[in-house]
Structure formats: structure tokens, C-alpha cells
């Protein structure tokens, strides 16, 4: 009797360890994943923020006659084109973020395009109104800059928690994968030279 | 061993990609002692930056708003807003959770400046409107060279605009629990130093009551006086300490930065 009850000990504390550690390994996963749902929240929201500005810029501009239509044209179609590609926040797959960036970033390039024809405007520069607009426009770029640098670090960290050993074999048994990250914009891998 | 190889490959990435990363050489620690006004290029003189902290940090005492003036050489190949927003989020300028903090930094050499507004301030000083401070009251004294007077003239606008939405915690004047405190201490107070000792004397009967009743009337002053000074320090706080000039900064207390504010270059 007594022979057999050592090993029953032992496979029952292992099973116990075994257990509470994939547990813990399991509730680590959540609040990783629920804090990179947080930050894409916040993506989201700045990414709406802009769509929302633009129908007032092309109605600003709109109203200074001689301008080219083809940017305006090309600044709504965009628009529209942004805000068809969405995505849940539960399928993060690189994949698919770089379809939603890709869009978001056709859209930056037409309003850039915009803002530098409209440096041949003087009066459309002058205008109080457009200028609040372009600060808004502005603002918005940045705070859309901020909240993807917070998701692409949540993302990091929890990607190599995901996949370093042990937690990768429990993310499996899970079905927890990788997310995506926003991928840099180009130049911003150049060695920086930053001066106190 | 599990738990250990586990933690020691975390620890091994977390290295790797900080190194890849090298973040830490690109932005000034934050200074020590703590300081609201730092000027790396010595474009201010001594003067001026005293001014400057001492009308800063007068408002940073009265309001709990932390505005705080960077200036430096270069920020290389970032953008003056995004460099501006990591600064600020790495020193923490402003209060932890109401991220009641400013930055205006200017970087000499780029010839660029940005006033980035914390999370908690980005509804009193709109884009829109750190925009016209930059563009009304920085760039055209930036263009003559009178640094001092821009950045003067930005922080009076800032405060004006600012004026009424935080007020300091330690600020007891106009808070509906505070008087219970006050109360509270007041009855802790006269338990220690009246009840107390009236008991203590009950049981060995003539001592010294007469050094115990300097006693309370001692604290009890203190305690007055402390009163008073709380609430009338509450509305000309900013005056008496601009003129005191000898207090320092406590520091900054991990205020956020959600990408408000705006710049330009001159």
C-alpha cells in the first residue's frame, strides 16, 4: 500500500503545479490581450477622429472655387475607402492590420497632397477657419502617431510573453497568436542624432 | 527549473529589444534636482531661467498644472511633436492620472518649437489654441532672438487659459472634506494633549498642570496658525511665492501624453 502512495504524492503535486502554472500563464495572457483591445481602442478612436474631420475640410476648401478637384476627389474616395476596411479587435492578425494600414495611410497621403496644394492658396491660407481645421488635422495626426506607438509596445509585450518557453506551448493549447504591429513609416529606421 | 529558465529567457528578450531599441541616449534624463525650466544650449541666462522656474513653479504649486520648458540643440530625425510627447510621457510632466502637464520645447538648431499639451489638458488648451500661442506669441519673439519674452508671453497665455481647471490637493480652502480633517485633527489633538493628560492627572493629583497647560495652548496655536495659513495661502499663493524665490521644485509626478498640442518653426 505504502509503495504505491509515494508515487500517487508525487503525480499529484506535479499535476498541481502543472495546473496553477497554466492557469497563471492563462490569466497573463488575458490582461495582455485586454490591454492591446484598450490601445486599439484608442487607435480607433483617433483614426475616427480624423475621418470626422475631413467632410469639414472638404467643405472649407470646397468654397475657394479654382481648386483642383481632383485632390478633393481624391481625399473623399479615400475617405470612404478607410472606412470600409475595419477590424475586431479579437482578430489582430498582422494580416489583417496591414490592410487596415495600408488604408489608413492611402488616406494620410491624400490629405497631405491636399495640405501642400493648398499652400498656392493665400486666401484659403488665411482663412480662420481652415486654419483651426489644419490645426485639428494636425493634432489628430499626432495623437493617431501616440496611440500606435502604445498598441505596437502592448503588441511587444505581449508577443514575446507568447513566445518564449513554456508559454508558448500553453498559447497553443490556448489558441492564443500573435498580433500585428503598425509598421514604421518610412525613414523612421535612419540612426537618430539627437543633440541636448 | 521551469520557472527559472522561463524568466531568464524574458529577461534576455526584454534586453535584446531595449537594445535595439536605444531609447535611453536619445532623451535627457530627467533633471536632478527636479527642475521646470531646463536649457541645455545656454541660449538663457542664468537670470532668465530663474524667472522662468520661479513663475513656473509658483503655478505648478497654486494649481497643480506642471508647465515645463525644454530647450535643446536637435532632435535629429524625429518629429518635434513626437519627440515632445515621449519627453514628456518619460519625465512624467504632470500629476499621475489628471496628466496635468505642459511641454513646450524648443530645439535651437532645428529652429523648431512645440507646446505638447498632457491628456488632461488637451480640453483647456485645444490644438487649435496651442496653435495660435505658438504662432502669435513664440515665433515672432523667436525670429528677434528674445527667447525670454516668448516663451514669457506663451507660459502667461498658458496659464490664463488654464486658470480654474486644477486646483493643488494640498490647497484645504475650498474641499468638503477637509474641514472633517481638520476636525478630526483638531479632536485627535485635544484627546492627546487635553483629555489625556486631564486623566493622567486625575490619578497623581497636584502635578505639573501648569506646564501641561502651556502645553496645550502651544498646539493649539500651531494648529490655528496652521489653519489659517492652509486657506489664506488658497488665493494669492502665486504672488507670495514669486517673491519668496528660494523654493525649489518637488518634481514630476507621472503625468501622460496623449498627443495633443502644436508647433511650429521660425
Redesign the interface.
Known amino acids: 500500500m505504502k509503495k504505491i502512495l509515494i508515487p500517487v504524492g508525487i503525480l499529484l503535486v506535479l499535476g498541481i503545479l502543472i495546473y496553477s ?1 497554466a492557469v497563471g500563464t492563462y490569466n497573463q495572457f488575458v490582461q495582455l490581450e485586454e490591454g492591446i483591445n484598450g490601445e486599439w481602442a ?1 487607435v480607433q478612436t ?1 483614426y475616427q477622429r480624423r475621418t470626422d474631420l475631413i467632410p469639414n475640410l472638404v467643405s472649407t476648401v470646397k468654397g475657394y472655387a479654382e481648386f483642383e478637384q481632383e485632390t478633393l476627389t481624391g481625399v473623399v474616395e479615400a475617405r470612404s475607402k478607410a472606412t470600409s476596411v475595419q477590424i475586431d479587435p479579437t482578430n489582430l492578425t498582422p494580416e489583417k492590420l496591414a490592410e487596415f494600414q495600408q488604408a489608413q495611410d492611402q488616406l494620410s497621403g491624400a490629405l497631405s497632397r491636399l495640405l501642400v496644394t493648398v499652400e498656392k492658396y493665400p486666401d484659403l491660407k488665411a482663412n480662420q477657419n481652415f ?2 481645421l489644419q ?2 488635422l ?2 489628430t495626426e ?6 500606435r506607438r502604445n498598441f505596437n509596445e502592448s503588441v ?1 509585450g505581449y508577443n ?2 507568447l513566445r ?4 508558448n506551448l500553453f498559447a497553443g493549447w490556448y489558441g492564443f497568436v500573435a498580433k500585428g504591429y503598425f509598421e514604421a513609416v518610412a ?2 529606421d ?7 | 527549473m ?1 520557472y527559472l ?2 524568466s531568464k ?2 529577461v534576455v ?2 534586453l535584446f ?1 531595449l537594445q535595439g531599441l536605444a531609447f535611453a ?4 534624463a530627467a533633471p536632478n534636482p527636479p527642475r521646470l525650466v531646463n536649457d ?1 544650449t545656454g541660449t538663457l541666462s542664468a537670470d532668465e531661467v530663474n524667472q522662468l522656474e520661479q513663475k513656473l513653479l509658483a503655478y505648478s504649486d497654486s494649481t497643480s498644472t506642471q508647465v515645463s520648458i525644454v530647450l ?8 518635434i ?3 515632445a ?1 515621449q519627453l514628456g510621457e518619460q519625465w512624467g510632466i504632470g500629476g499621475k492620472g489628471k496628466d496635468n502637464g505642459i511641454l513646450i520645447l524648443a530645439a535651437m ?1 532645428d529652429r523648431k518649437v512645440f507646446i505638447a499639451t498632457g491628456r488632461g489638458m488637451e480640453g483647456v488648451v ?3 489654441l ?2 495660435r500661442i505658438v504662432n502669435n506669441l513664440i515665433l515672432p519673439n523667436f525670429k528677434t532672438e528674445a527667447y525670454y519674452l516668448g516663451l514669457d508671453e506663451a507660459t502667461t497665455m498658458i496659464f490664463k487659459l488654464a486658470s480654474g481647471e486644477y486646483k493643488a490637493d494640498e490647497v484645504m480652502s475650498d474641499g468638503e472634506d477637509n474641514p472633517i480633517l481638520g476636525i478630526l485633527f483638531l479632536l485627535f489633538f485635544i484627546f492627546i494633549f487635553v483629555v489625556l493628560p486631564i486623566i493622567k492627572n486625575r490619578k497623581d493629583n497636584n502635578n505639573h498642570m501648569g506646564g501641561k497647560g502651556g502645553g496645550i495652548d502651544f498646539w493649539t496655536t500651531l494648529l490655528l496658525a496652521n489653519a489659517l495659513g492652509g486657506s489664506g495661502r488658497g488665493s494669492g499663493g502665486s504672488f507670495g511665492d514669486s517673491s519668496s524665490g528660494g523654493s525649489s521644485f518637488g518634481g514630476f509626478g507621472g503625468g501622460s ?6 508647433g511650429g518653426s521660425w
Do not use: H
Request: charged content about 20%; glycine content about 12%; cysteine-free.
Open positions: 502554472k484608442e483617433q486654419l483651426e490645426a485639428q494636425e493634432g499626432n495623437r493617431i502617431a501616440v496611440a511587444k514575446s510573453t518564449v518557453f513554456p508559454n525613414g523612421a535612419k540612426a537618430p542624432s539627437v543633440q541636448f | 521551469r529558465s522561463a529567457l524574458v528578450l526584454a529589444l541616449q536619445d532623451f535627457p541645455f535643446l540643440g536637435s532632435v535629429g530625425v524625429y518629429e511633436s513626437d519627440y510627447f538648431n485645444p490644438d487649435a496651442a496653435k501624453f496623449g498627443g495633443g498640442g502644436a
